[in-house]
């Protein structure tokens, strides 16, 4: 069994705050603090350009790569880092429609998150008028695959409600249908358990800055299946993914594997800090995160809807068509939220009108989610969220 | 004039360590120390997702971009920091194609950095094999030019040589022809005088972990020029360059001016240390930088000259139309830098035959200028380069 105590206390959780929303970035690592301190220092600072042997800078999108494919059912060699997710779901696929060059029709639903339906549209402009990107109601999806379908594009986790796909199941459809999957792990990895092989994935991609907290903005990661790896090009073809970098051809030949998926220089400081955060996760089993996460989950959703009676549940109702966060919904959602963040219970809002609230099981527990319930009750039930400073937008809400 | 004493003061440079190689990754600045401890404990650890407002996370991409504006001759508001140089390439390529849709034709010149080549071949190959990337001896680019040449794609200062490309000349040549100009500076923001605005660069990209030094895999800048702004879609159409991020849409809407070059969530820290990297320029005039250059260069060159008769200069002889840095070519250069960087005199090796030497006049004096050449004079004459150990090659080189 995971022991949660002691995970729980390998974060930096401050003094009186209620955190719920580390689906958006998860908290800082006691570990990644050192770490950073000696990326900078010992390795920057003294080994100057030596640090890309000495350190290891060469070989960390791989290594750390390695790290992740433990936590999504990858094989080892399967995931390597980089970039931002938004690179990364370009990069799958442009690449996948290279590998269906008949087929015109990206499948996407309106439960994505926006920017891969935002990366979708730009590539899919650049590739020509004949190109199309259908996007249908999630619970389409099933129906709409045929065979003018090049690749499926989808978000496991829906990011407002975490309603979660059945990825085996549409993955087979759409092989059936001749189509390529591309699964967004984003609100997935580290959340529930993923199998991207029995799972039969394509492409997989993910962010590193929620449930796996390696900061903001920590780089991306992408899963190509092993039996893709010599027909996948990387569509960004950079350096980093060059058969032989130091070589200095003027011509691109793609390197051995995933590594190809690699574009530019890599982020070696923030690599270095994800590393340290995914310490996080050794010892840890999924199903063990799994079974937390849905307890805490059922027993938040039974907490508000006994006492809130002013919202309605979002999320579905079964725990198994949901990831690791719930969704309420409420007319003034954005300055409830508001509410409940100057009272050091931090969840996020989602237009229109979402309260979200994510449960990440290796730092949160039910003293969290009683704390959680008491105070969004008692800020609906005293009104005290109708205040002009709580209806205020900020840049980042 | 500029107190380069003062400058030198601001890095940490290792005790008897003479370092020549800040064109491929800056010495750390004393201050990235606390300014990275600052982000991840004080930021991210005590702020959480607030810090995206509270900190200024959501506005630093475009804060630094500002500040680098100002190295490169680029009004405030037309330069943005993010992903890496091999993206930024690729975005101000797709973007600058997409603006000229009757031409096929990229000119680029064998002196590139290989990874601007191949992000062009990538993405020529996804736009049709009527798109072509033409490629000539940078002697030859101006003849090249003609109404045929959509964009030219050229890195200013070559990254083994230093050769030094006549940026508004060849602008301007580009313009006469009707095409489009993006200009690398990776090897001349910080090194040399730019100035893009007079230049009239279309476009302009650079990393900053060079003369800039922010740090291993720092993001990188675009630049567009402010005629431009309407005009150019980012191709890489990520949510953070959308004109509303966190209304969520389903459909992608450029932002104003510089901001829809984003593309994904910032990579905070490592900005957050460029952010402090950036300091040591304040005060620092570029006229300064670039005489102090010429100084170390020509003297470095006279020294190896009258003290090292087994290599030749790689390097234009006539200081204009160099940049920051000196080539010297040499049979067995590889082993001959393995040899200095032993001996703590750290430059670097480009294949085939060239020991390169960067000169950073912001921490480099004339001391370093006599050490090094001491030091290759002597390796020279005795042929102690010639050792086993110094011809087995690593993976970075």
Redesign the interface.
């Known amino acids: 069994m995971t022991d949660f105590a002691a995970t729980r206390a390998l974060f930096?959780l401050?003094p009186g705050?209620t955190?719920l929303?580390g689906n958006?970035?998860g908290?800082?690592p006691i570990a990644?603090?050192d770490r950073?301190?000696r990326v900078?220092?010992e390795?920057?600072?003294?080994l100057?350009?030596?640090?890309?042997?000495a350190a290891g800078?060469?070989?960390a999108p791989a290594r750390v790569g390695d790290r992740i494919a433990r936590l999504i059912g990858a094989p080892q060699g399967s995931v390597v880092m980089g970039?931002?997710?938004?690179?990364k779901v370009?990069q799958a696929l442009?690449s996948a429609l290279?590998m269906r060059p008949d087929r015109r029709v990206v499948l996407s639903d309106?439960g994505n998150?926006?920017?891969d339906?935002?990366?979708a549209?730009?590539l899919l402009a650049?590739?020509?008028s004949d190109y199309r990107l259908k996007?249908v109601a999630p619970e389409d999806v099933a129906d709409a695959i045929d065979e003018s379908v090049a690749v499926t594009l989808l978000t496991e986790v829906d990011y407002r409600t975490g309603r979660r796909h059945d990825m085996p199941a549409l993955t087979e459809k759409a092989h059936g249908a001749g189509a390529l999957a591309i699964w967004d792990l984003a609100h997935s990895a580290g959340a529930v358990e993923v199998d991207v092989s029995t799972g039969r994935a394509d492409f997989a991609v993910g962010?590193t800055?929620k449930y796996l907290n390696g900061?903001?903005?920590?780089?991306?990661f992408i899963y190509v299946a092993p039996e893709h790896h010599d027909a996948a090009?990387?569509?960004?073809?950079?350096?980093?993914g060059?058969a032989a970098p130091?070589?200095?051809?003027?011509?691109?030949r793609p390197g051995k594997g995933i590594e190809r998926m690699r574009?530019?220089?890599?982020?070696?400081?923030?690599?270095a800090?994800l590393d340290a955060a995914l310490d996080a996760w050794e010892g840890v089993e999924m199903t063990d995160v799994r079974a937390r996460s849905i307890a805490l989950s059922e027993a938040f959703i039974a907490g508000v809807e006994a006492r809130c009676p002013d919202v309605t549940l979002a999320s579905p109702r079964d725990p198994r068509a949901r990831g690791s966060q719930v969704g309420f919904r409420h007319p003034q959602a954005y300055a409830v939220m508001q509410a409940l963040?100057v009272e050091d219970v931090?969840g996020?809002f989602?237009?229109p009108d979402i309260l979200r609230f994510g449960f990440a099981p290796l730092y949160n527990d039910m003293a969290d989610v009683e704390r959680a319930v008491t105070v969004l009750a008692d800020i609906l039930s005293t009104g005290r969220w109708d205040r002009p400073e709580f209806h205020a937008r900020?840049?980042?809400?």
């Open positions: 930096h401050p705050v955190y929303d958006s970035l908290p800082m990644a603090q950073a301190r900078v220092v390795e920057w600072g003294d100057l350009i030596r640090g890309w042997n800078w060469m070989a970039d931002t997710l938004s690179i370009y442009a290279a309106s998150f926006p920017t339906l935002y990366m549209q730009g650049s590739l020509g996007v962010c800055y900061g903001p903005g920590a780089p991306a090009l990387p569509a960004l073809s950079g350096w980093m060059h130091f070589a200095f051809d003027l011509d691109y574009v530019g220089t890599p982020a070696v400081i923030a690599l800090v963040i931090i996020d989602r237009a900020q840049a980042v809400t």
